[in-house]
């Protein structure tokens, strides 16, 4: 079953179609990649799904209910999360302050900018948020101020802040850009521990064709804002129009 639906979406900006008549199932459970070359629609397509962006027409169904007109709060209390290009951590908080932050805001709803001040520590949303730390492996830096840690370990707290809102889809947008080898190999292995252990569908935009090749079960490919071809990864490697499109060959 198709937990995320996408009929025919279009957007413009301006003279720009962004976006043409766009088409993506994203079966539950599953991980499926969203590629294509720079300026295809990927981030645009991605900003439609958690209320950033409006489309012009079309819909976008989430677990059967619309997502269109709702705010990217009411988006994410609907049980979409999504995961930055940048960490989106706060430096100068610990590790766990953070982890609260998004405890409170999936609880109380609105997201006030000093919850910390508001916030009662310990109690039932600190264990929860050291159970999600425990996942990710980050028990020993829970109070280690934020912007200390490597760009991995932000990557890890950042995605750890995401799950612990307790998401049925995970949206990621190139979790790997700017990452050295050794950490977007980590960043693969933690994206495969955290599929393999909780209930969750991902839906994933990369550049790297490794990462896509190493996690995904199916692949839409987008060219100038339409789908060209969706497949599995094995179809996708060999298929003509693709390798034209994006491998360049
Ligand atoms: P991708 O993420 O695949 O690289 P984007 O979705 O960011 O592509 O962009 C698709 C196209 O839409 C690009 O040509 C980009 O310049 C344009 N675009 C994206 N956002 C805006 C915006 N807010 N205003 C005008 N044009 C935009
Ligand atoms: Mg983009």
Redesign the pocket.
Known sequence: MAILEVRGVN?R??G?Q??GDVNLSVEEGSVHAII????????????CLVGK?NPDSGSVNFDGQSVLGRSPHEINQMGISRVFQTPEIFGDLTVIENMLIPCYARRDGAFKLNPLTSMRKGGEMQTKAEAMLDDVNMLDKLHMQASSMSRGDKRRLEMAMCLVQEPRLLLL??PTAGMARADTNNTIDLLKEIHAKRDITMAI?EHDMHVVFSLAQRITV?AQ?TPLVEDTPENIKGHPKVKEAYLGE
Not at 36 to 47: D, E, F, I, R, V
């Open positions: 957007k900006f301006g720009l962004a976006l294509g070359p720079n300026g295809a629609g990927k981030s645009t397509l991605l900003n962006l947008d190139e935009i987008l804002g």
